[in-house]
């Protein structure tokens, strides 16, 4: 046997791939690779065994985390197993992958459409009440793209697909939300104001995902104020913490609702204009937790509810001259337009004359 396994060393101890040679049940000669998947918990000797037991041709095996394309053949007084690793097949993307983009795609598209629709019907006196038509179809688009952008989020996190952390201003982000914010929450007949003890707040962290936190508690506040209603937008940084605070005008949050409102639990049906998708304030939950924080709710006895994120400020070595816009998978589309979409009227919807 000695002899046998001299000449298989030979032949066989320069091999990448894991050589076995197997005799009455036992490993009687296994090359470096073979003997470390010996000695590992994923490669029991009575699989090897058992595989003997059918010679020539190949088979697929896994073992852990690694596939083999296992080749016997018989050899002297026993079995000879050659284990070839095989490619990891590529990781599946999950359902929503890229599907904002197709998304942002058809709705660049369709507004392509909606002006040489709009060019023919004026061109022949036709727009009529068309233009609230077509701004309503508009709404539409953002809305879908808003839910299917939500779902992304939720799956990414899911995922652990983190966006990578990054040196920002916090301040600007949110004094640049706010901005945008009070025009776009005047339409809907909300009042919304934004106030802040520092100017500038730099941050370590993920621009993006909190970008999109700050963007659940702002719609949910607009969202709940209702029209004629009143949110109000606060940022305070004190003692190595930065809190940012939601407060709305709205009927406050139901008992039984306060239990479950970062649950996750999205609607079985699409959501009316509105209602929202259930995933905003359970996605902004778990970012605020990802940069070791935390999101209460409160509610008053008078009506009204309040957001509140703590969380702790972490001071980038290096913070861009300019404000980095970040990643940006919407082309250009507005966020804060996408996640007010079903509670803004049509008008913010319709293309302006100055636009081509």
Known sequence: MDLITSRLDLQFG??????????????VYSNEPGQQL???ETCPLDLLAALAEHPSGSMEIALGQATYRVTVSPFEMGDLLVLRPLPQPEEKKH????????MRECLSNFTAVQWKMKRVLEENHLMGDFDQDLANQSRLIFQMLRLTRQAE??????????????GFDLAMVCQGMADETTWLADLAGVRFSYSSNVEHLPFQGS????????LALVSNGVRAAGKEGEVEMKLHAEHGRCVISVRDSGVGIPEDRMAT????????????????????LYNAQRIAALHGGVLVAQSGQDGGAC??????????????????????????????????????PWQAFAPSDTEE
């Open 307 to 344: 957001l509140v994120v703590s969380l702790p400020i972490v001071v980038p070595t290096s913070v861009p001259a300019r404000n980095n816009p970040g990643y940006d998978n919407l082309g250009g589309y507005s966020p804060v337009l996408i996640e007010l979409s079903d509670v803004l």
């Open 261 to 280: 409102l970062f649950s996750g639990d999205a609607p079985e049906e699409i959501p009316r204009p509105g209602e929202g998708s259930g995933l905003g």
């Open 207 to 214: 621009k993006s995902l909190l970008t999109q936190m700050l």
């Open 153 to 166: 989020l939720t799956q990414e996190l899911n995922d652990k697909a983190f966006p990578r952390e990054e």
């Open 38 to 40: 010996l000695q590992s």
């Open 14 to 27: 320069s091999f990448p791939e894991p050589v076995i040679f197997l005799a009455g049940g036992q490993a």
């Open 95 to 102: 359902p929503f992958s890229n599907a904002v983009y197709r």
